[in-house]
């Protein structure tokens, strides 16, 4: 029930990240939406306006500070338990859920970067974005989906250690395909072998057999319909594609056994 999305840089992360909470909260479930990315465009992403986006807990010195330095002391295992309902927004949901279905609450949390807490006092934002991320992570019953940065920096034990399914999003390039391969096998190698590749702005091929790279996808084709709207809208909900959509969604959740 816990998914993190990776990949090289610009090729879906995000827009794959709101599109399955959308699909997920449609089917009444209840999810947490992680953005641990610099770019901090989960929430515009998911229709949230430039104000409505709540502040990145690496912004939160005083946070950060309360609690890495807790009694004085540099603690490196902060307590965290109550950081989500404090700092989690609602997402609105985008679209009808499914006949007869309660729809569940979708809540984002802001973290901003894992590898690239800014500011005089990054080791202590990176302590606390880490423990959140595997205290979320890791006790929590409702969906959590992580919008990871772009690279295979971040892949440490500390963020994959507790997630079940990870998503390894390319476009159909060599170089991205690389990227994904080299994110597979490092996630592999901490344990996460339970991966599903998606193939972004698909047009035709068969992936090349390179090693790490997940052996299982589906492909997302080029999306007009976000193309035409995204010039003046950042949300990526509510398309004309979602039935298209949804129907990947639905067997990348599959291929994973969530
Ligand atoms: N299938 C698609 N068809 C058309 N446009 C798409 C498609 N998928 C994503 N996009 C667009 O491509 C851009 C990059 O997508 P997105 O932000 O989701 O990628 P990302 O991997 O999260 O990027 P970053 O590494 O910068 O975080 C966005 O403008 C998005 O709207
Ligand atoms: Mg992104």
Redesign the pocket.
Known sequence: MKIAFA?K????????AAWTADWLARNGKNVWMVDA?T?L?LGS?SGLSLEELPEPLICREDLVRDRIHAGGFLNLNPDVGDLPEALGVDLPLIGEPAPGVTPGRKRLIVMGAVTNAGGGCACDANALLKALLAHIVMDRDDWVLV?LE?GVEHLGRGTVAHVDGLVV?SEPSMRSLQTGAEVGRMASDLGLTNQALVI??YMGGEPPKLDGLPQWSVQ????DG??ER?MTDAS?LGLPETGVLDATIEKVLNKLGL
Do not use: E, F
């Open positions: 990949g840089g610009g090729v879906g992360k995000t827009s794959l990315d770019a465009s992403a919008d772009a999003v972004n702005r997302i084709p080029p999306l976000l193309v995204q990526v």
